[in-house]
């Protein structure tokens, strides 16, 4: 049997819930050989148990590793396996179409091309939507400053309305949803660059390739398309709220553009005027809120989290759901006395110091508290904590709530989001000192032990804080907040 030429290394993009149908699907619908590595950065305990599975039975070479990864790390740790000519970096939300991985290859074999793309569709196959057929950089003066121009043809544009027939073309970059690679060009131009955690990593991977001496195609008859949520699942949240955080967006922009010497990529057919700071962090938020209204109930408690460290990592992904994503963490005594804290932790630091912290907790009885912080922008959104509701009185509360929480037996705690002149609303009716008062306040973490209260005077077991229900990144509006039912709660309530 003749040896494969190409790896397929297959990384998260986003979620792990797409990951069984893409991985059916690029079983279905590839003839060309291959060999395939499968990297499972973090994949939660459903998704670990699946590949162990198929990696068994097709006999691929699976990469685990516990945390999360971005997707160029991931990649990376891919490449290491990889001993064929060609390796393809393909999302783990991609589809691909027959013969797709054939054509891929002959445009490389016949042009010499050190990276080809495919045309590259967004969404179902039966929306036919092209999402792009290559890009085109071009760095221009602007105002003084040298600014990186994008263009990705035919963005957007129906396969129906698209000029016929299509052709290979160089261009200047293609994307990572799938991009075939020759192997030995790393070992010119070394890995792919890992301080690129978010965005950009296509045009880096594409320009280094360029300005080695190599060239990019696209090869249209190759044709792949990505699969963005909705839907998704409540384990895909902590990854996802991490993959498009605003700490790793903006991160990404400046490593990028300090290293190309730019000002700023702006998209050609971008006419609103935005900096790229403001452009790079709606971005995000446009794509966190892509899965906003999810709901996650106890009345599934079998599909919920079930681990101290799951409930953590939901609570704070929820957090991030509604753009609050710098966390102190402290942990405390019965008492209240802090033991030990953690300041101004962004979604990255917070998940690498979670498991640690709640070990601690654990083996000390001690508190794990939380407190999401304002970073003080006028588009923020506002927070409204309201405490020590009863189960009948949660239940007039909750609806409006992005999160309820169970705190201790038969008490409960809802947090509310809403836009600041919202906000400033309910704010002018509440009594003096409140909204001041609560600046300092930690609240205790999902998953962890509320020290201090007990289920009853001959159990001295603490209760664990649970996280009851939520619906992620709902927002409530100012007609909401002022339901005769919900109104007395949100006035003695705080605004965080």
Same mark, same amino acid.
């Given at each position: 049997?003749?040896?494969?030429?190409? &790896?397929?290394?297959?990384?998260?993009?986003?979620?792990?819930?797409?990951?069984?149908?893409?991985?059916?699907?690029?079983?279905?619908?590839?003839?060309?050989?291959?060999?395939?590595?499968?990297?499972?950065?973090?994949? $939660?305990?459903?998704?670990?148990?699946?590949?162990?599975?198929? #990696?068994?039975?097709?006999?691929?070479?699976?990469?685990?590793?516990?945390?999360?990864?971005?997707?160029?790390?991931?990649?990376?740790?891919?490449?290491? *396996?990889?001993?064929?000519?060609?390796?393809?970096?393909?999302?783990?939300?991609?589809?691909? #179409?027959?013969?797709?991985?054939?054509?891929?290859?002959?445009?490389?074999?016949? &042009?010499?091309?050190?990276?080809?793309?495919?045309?590259?569709?967004?969404?179902?196959?039966?929306?036919?939507?092209?999402?792009?057929?290559?890009?085109?950089?071009?760095?221009?003066?602007?105002?003084?400053?040298?600014?990186?121009?994008?263009?990705?043809?035919?963005?957007?544009?129906?396969?129906?309305?698209?000029?016929?027939?299509?052709?290979?073309?160089?261009?200047?970059?293609?994307?990572?949803?799938?991009?075939?690679?020759?192997?030995?060009?790393?070992?010119?131009?070394?890995?792919?660059?890992?301080?690129?955690?978010?965005?950009?990593?296509?045009?880096?991977?594409?320009?280094?390739?360029?300005?080695?001496?190599?060239?990019?195609?696209? *090869? $249209?008859?190759?044709?792949?398309?990505?699969?963005?949520?909705?839907?998704?699942?409540?384990?895909?949240?902590?990854?996802?709220?991490?993959?498009?955080?605003?700490?790793?967006?903006?991160?990404?922009?400046?490593?990028?553009?300090?290293?190309?010497?730019?000002?700023?990529?702006?998209?050609?057919?971008?006419?609103?005027?935005?900096?790229?700071?403001?452009?790079?962090?709606?971005?995000?938020?446009?794509?966190?809120?892509?899965?906003?209204?999810?709901?996650?109930?106890?009345?599934?408690?079998?599909?919920?989290?079930?681990?101290?460290?799951?409930?953590?990592?939901?609570?704070? #992904?929820?957090?991030?759901?509604?753009?609050?994503?710098?966390?102190?963490?402290?942990?405390?005594?019965?008492?209240?006395?802090?033991?030990?804290?953690?300041?101004?932790?962004?979604?990255?630091?917070?998940?690498?110091?979670?498991?640690?912290?709640?070990?601690?907790?654990?083996?000390?009885?001690?508190?794990?508290?939380?407190? $999401?912080?304002?970073?003080?922008?006028?588009?923020?959104?506002?927070?409204?904590?309201?405490?020590?509701?009863?189960?009948?009185?949660?239940?007039?509360?909750?609806?409006?709530?992005?999160?309820?929480?169970?705190?201790?037996?038969?008490?409960?705690?809802?947090?509310?989001?809403?836009?600041?002149?919202?906000?400033?609303?309910?704010?002018?009716?509440?009594?003096?000192?409140?909204?001041?008062?609560?600046?300092?306040?930690?609240?205790?973490?999902?998953?962890?032990?509320?020290?201090?209260?007990?289920?009853?005077?001959?159990?001295?077991?603490?209760?664990?804080?649970?996280?009851?229900?939520?619906?992620?990144?709902?927002?409530?509006?100012?007609?909401?907040?002022?339901?005769?039912?919900?109104?007395?709660?949100?006035?003695?309530?705080?605004?965080?």
């Amino acid at each position: 049997m003749t040896k494969p030429q190409v &790896t397929i290394v297959v990384v998260p993009r986003e979620r792990f819930s797409f990951a069984e149908r893409s991985l059916e699907n690029l079983y279905e619908n590839t003839a060309f050989p291959f060999e395939l590595v499968y990297v499972s950065a973090g994949a $939660p305990e459903r998704i670990r148990r699946y590949l162990e599975r198929e #990696a068994e039975r097709k006999k691929f070479r699976l990469v685990r590793c516990d945390r999360y990864l971005s997707p160029n790390q991931a990649r990376n740790l891919g490449v290491r *396996e990889v001993r064929t000519k060609y390796v393809v970096f393909l999302d783990n939300d991609t589809l691909v #179409a027959p013969g797709w991985l054939d054509a891929l290859v002959q445009c490389a074999e016949e &042009t010499g091309a050190w990276i080809v793309g495919p045309l590259y569709l967004y969404g179902e196959f039966d929306r036919a939507v092209i999402h792009m057929a290559g890009g085109k950089l071009q760095v221009e003066e602007q105002e003084g400053k040298r600014v990186l121009l994008d263009e990705q043809y035919l963005f957007d544009t129906q396969i129906d309305d698209a000029p016929r027939p299509l052709r290979r073309r160089s261009c200047d970059y293609v994307e990572f949803h799938c991009m075939l690679v020759r192997t030995e060009i790393f070992e010119q131009v070394g890995p792919l660059d890992e301080k690129l955690l978010s965005v950009q990593e296509e045009r880096d991977c594409c320009l280094t390739a360029l300005h080695a001496g190599g060239s990019v195609y696209v *090869e $249209p008859k190759a044709v792949v398309t990505f699969v963005p949520p909705p839907p998704c699942e409540w384990w895909d949240l902590p990854y996802l709220m991490l993959r498009w955080s605003e700490a790793w967006s903006v991160a990404s922009v400046r490593h990028f553009n300090e290293k190309w010497s730019i000002a700023a990529v702006r998209h050609i057919r971008d006419k609103t005027g935005h900096n790229e700071g403001e452009s790079i962090i709606g971005f995000g938020r446009s794509w966190r809120r892509r899965i906003a209204g999810l709901k996650i109930g106890a009345s599934d408690v079998t599909d919920g989290p079930r681990l101290p460290l799951e409930e953590a990592e939901l609570m704070i #992904a929820l957090f991030q759901s509604v753009d609050r994503d710098c966390f102190d963490l402290a942990l405390t005594a019965k008492d209240g006395a802090v033991i030990e804290s953690a300041s101004s932790l962004l979604p990255h630091e917070m998940l690498e110091q979670l498991p640690g912290f709640m070990r601690k907790a654990e083996e000390g009885n001690l508190n794990l508290m939380v407190r $999401p912080l304002d970073r003080g922008r006028q588009d923020d959104l506002v927070l409204i904590r309201v405490d020590d509701l009863s189960a009948e009185d949660v239940h007039n509360v909750r609806r409006y709530a992005f999160m309820t929480l169970q705190t201790r037996p038969n008490r409960y705690q809802c947090w509310l989001a809403v836009e600041r002149r919202t906000a400033a609303i309910l704010g002018s009716r509440m009594p003096p000192g409140v909204v001041q008062a609560s600046l300092n306040d930690f609240v205790h973490l999902a998953g962890s032990q509320s020290v201090g209260h007990h289920f009853g005077d001959t159990d001295s077991r603490c209760p664990r804080v649970q996280l009851v229900e939520a619906v992620v990144g709902q927002l409530t509006t100012t007609r909401q907040l002022e339901i005769p039912e919900i109104l007395p709660f949100l006035l003695s309530g705080r605004i965080c």
